[in-house]
């Protein structure tokens, strides 16, 4: 196989796919993950059909600690030799305040932000300690700098990838592997349709009267971070709309 391999989780919708076509347009070579399977196929077929890379599919869950130790530990015939993870599958579930909180949406979200990140990285970590190389970039989000109304759970969880984020930094550092974080605000993708769990209307409105940022923006992002220089680690990058000074302050054409 010539050229990197990126392994990206939560590839099937927002981020995560817009960073598979960018990174594959770019000569990337990548490993596909989440749960939606259809999805994962139909995107992969269509990048090894328009570019000169490999692309490979595992259809798990992040939450399954067994899951995601079986579906690493398959990686072979060079697979396993992992340049770089994007730590990308995540969500909101919910917007209820903690006296209303729904226990399942808040088991939800710990168990795939912060548990299913913690069980990939740990895999994947372990490939990249053989080559003593490697860059891991952790999405976490403006939810994880400021707490904001019915942000709690979500909140939470994005602050523990940003302490997280911070660990792995030490604890990496010796293993040869740079660590980044990727913040961004108000980004439209099928994040706000999860956390209104299918309410379309509600979505819609959190981006109404201003200019959010796009999947692209991100994978633009995380291209150039992940392209900088052997000597050069980006450790926190925060990336905003220009509409959005803050968590909650966003000017709005209404
Ligand atoms: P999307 O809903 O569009 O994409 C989320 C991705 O995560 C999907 O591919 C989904 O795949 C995957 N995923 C969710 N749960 C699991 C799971 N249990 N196991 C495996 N994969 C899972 O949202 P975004 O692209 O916006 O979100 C990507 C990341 O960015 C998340 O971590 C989110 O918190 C963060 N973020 C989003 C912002 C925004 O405003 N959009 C801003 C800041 C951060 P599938 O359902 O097929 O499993
Ligand atoms: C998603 C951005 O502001 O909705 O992480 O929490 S926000």
Known sequence: MKGPIAMIT???SGFGEATAKRLAKEGWNLILTGRRVDRLEKLAKSLSKKYDVHILTQGYDVRIEEAVNESVASLNGGWE???VLVNNAGLAVGRSPINDGDADDWNRIIDTNVKGLLYVTRAVSNLMKKRKKGHIVNIGSIAGKEVYDGGNV???SKFAVDALTKAMRIELLPLGIKVTQIAPGAAETEFSLVRFKDDEAKAAAVYNGFTPLAADDIADTVHYAITRPK???LNDIVIM???QANSTTILRDL
């Open 154 to 156: 979500y909140c939470a």
């Open 10 to 12: 939560g590839a099937t």
């Open 231 to 233: 000597h050069v680690c």
């Open 81 to 83: 030799k992992i340049d």
């Open 241 to 243: 709309p220009s509409a």
